[in-house]
């Protein structure tokens, strides 16, 4: 039966790498017509964010930021699950080379923001997904921290 929910877990997985590439790098506008043409890198740590909190446009911060970090909970969570990460700092490390690999593929594809904030917030997702996956089966904060 642990097999069986490995695969399933496995599965899974698969398909929310499948979601998360969709959405973030083979978008609509996706092409390789304009392949590194279009792509945009921005470096200056949580600007865009400060710039709508300054608006007021809270519905948009909110849908951003909390975005970041709950889209990579589950691969924080699967890898630990796995086991195929026994440390939550390789776990986000993990999480961490992933994202860099959605910016840097939005990049070339012109397909979106290459944006620092992102790689921050996703890689505090990947963590914490594996410290909850942690916290569940260890039943400790000890062993998360």
Request: net charge positive; with cysteine; hydrophobic share 55%.
């Amino acid at each position: 039966m642990k097999r069986f929910g490995k695969v399933i877990a496995t599965i899974l997985f698969l398909f929310y790498i499948a979601v998360v590439l969709r959405i973030t790098v083979f978008r609509s506008s996706f092409t390789l017509q304009n392949l590194c043409q279009n792509g945009r890198i921005i470096l200056t740590l949580f600007e865009g964010y400060v710039d709508l909190i300054r608006r007021g446009d809270w519905f948009a911060f909110t849908y951003l930021f909390v975005g970041n970090v709950i889209w990579f909970v589950p691969f924080g969570m699967y890898l630990q699950y796995m086991g195929i990460s026994k440390k939550l700092m390789c776990t986000a490390l993990y999480g961490f080379l992933f994202s860099l690999l959605i910016e840097t593929l939005q990049y070339v594809f012109g397909t979106g923001f290459s944006e620092l904030d992102d790689l921050v917030l996703n890689t505090l997702g990947a963590w914490i997904g594996g410290a909850a996956v942690r916290f569940i089966f260890f039943k400790s904060i000890h062993t998360v921290l």
